[in-house]
């Protein structure tokens, strides 16, 4: 049985065999965090030498005639995940069947309008992910402290539930119940436009002048970073969502708009305005977001000049740990035809002054706080 950091046995709350259908990032990341607890995981997929893949680096193993999946986890594309779901439902007549598609409702209209029982189906989505796709991306700890939608309906019953549950907390996510629609309307904001916004603003870098990508910095690459990720997926994406994402790009639309109409004429009465509260009311939004396991607690930054050596990062991280500081962040900037890199680091409000005081001690030299 897997032990956890202190040596104590950590048995899965999931019992009996799980069916993954689709091997690429999400359902080989599902199959490596249930092995890593000791569940038995059967994996499936239409691309041969992906199921292979995945297998190879211990995903799971191959299906086999008599398996009796007590959980099925269907991770295929949103344009044939109805056409899966259905299958594996009549596949597997003792079976909850699950998905992790990132659009809910569709699917679920699509079956309710062939008439298929949807007793035993409970749609989730795991909110987690990368750009890069494919069970050679795949990761244990992909949906460590990572929300995870459920969508019930009155014909599920607890037993059901409480398996697809039990699946969200193995793989270390936070299990959350929404119904479909108020999880379409939520990731169209969250996840959808977003993506859009990062791929119209990198799409402006594609003919760019190469001097001025040369001052590239941490913002351009921090809004664009999701601009990396499959277009034939999100075209799907995107198609199945598309009420809720239009109307929030409609209104993002009208935003920039009036942006853009008082920088015509910058200095004309109330275009100061509207620039200054444009940017304060996303102040006020960042600071709605999250942290670190969900809270809202806020951090410090300190931004410290790492040689371009090897060992320095290492060595940064043991000062650290020496001065008790925790890390509750990092991030990472390296400028074209610098020696050195600029490591941000987040820690408690606390932890700032006595974190900046004791690396300097050490040597480090400090950029400055995101304060300044």
Not at 24 to 53: C, E, M, N, W, Y
Not at 296 to 323: H, K, T
Request: charged share 25%; glycine share 10%; net charge negative.
């Amino acid at each position: 049985m897997p032990t956890g950091r202190q040596g104590v046995s950590v048995a899965p709350r999931l019992s009996g065999t799980v069916r993954v259908v689709g091997a690429g990032l999400l359902g080989a990341s599902i199959g490596h965090a249930l092995r890593a607890k000791g569940v038995d995981v059967v994996l499936t997929d239409a691309s041969p030498a992906q199921l292979r893949l995945a297998i190879d680096y211990g995903a799971g193993r191959a299906a086999a005639d008599d398996d009796r999946p007590s959980l099925v986890v269907v991770a295929v594309p949103p344009d044939v995940t109805a056409d899966v779901i259905e299958a594996e439902l009549a596949r597997f007549p003792e079976a909850v069947v699950t998905d992790v598609a990132s659009v809910k409702l569709e699917p679920f209209r699509e079956l309710q309008s062939r008439g298929v029982d949807l007793a035993r189906y409970i749609g989730s989505h795991p909110l987690a992910g990368r750009e890069r796709g494919g069970a050679i991306s795949a990761r244990a700890d992909l949906f460590i402290g990572r929300p995870w939608v459920v969508c019930r309906d009155g014909d599920t019953t607890a037993s059901d539930l409480a398996l697809v549950e039990a699946l969200a907390l193995d793989v270390g996510a936070m299990p959350l119940e929404m119904t479909p629609e108020e999880h379409d309307r939520s990731v169209a904001l969250t996840s959808h436009v977003p993506q859009v916004v990062a791929s119209l603003l990198a799409g402006r870098l594609a003919e760019a002048e190469e001097g001025a990508l040369r001052l590239s910095g941490q913002g351009v690459r921090d809004t664009t970073r999701i601009a990396a990720s499959a277009p034939e997926l999100w075209v799907q994406i995107l198609g199945a969502n598309a009420g809720p994402v239009v109307e929030i790009l409609d209104s993002l639309a009208a935003d920039l708009r009036e942006v853009s109409d008082a920088l015509r004429e910058p200095t004309a009465p109330g275009a100061r305005r509207v620039v200054a509260e444009t940017i304060r009311n996303g102040n006020d939004g960042v600071e709605r977001l999250p942290g670190k396991h969900g809270q809202n607690q806020r951090f410090e930054s300190l931004i410290v000049m790492v040689d371009d050596r090897a060992g320095q990062l290492g060595r940064l991280f043991g000062d650290l740990g020496d001065l008790g500081v925790s890390v509750e962040d990092l991030r990472l900037e390296h400028s074209p035809g610098a020696q050195f890199g600029l490591a941000e680091i987040s820690v408690e409000p606390a932890a700032l002054h006595g974190a900046i005081s004791g690396l300097q001690e050490r040597g480090w030299r400090i950029a400055g706080t995101t304060n300044d």
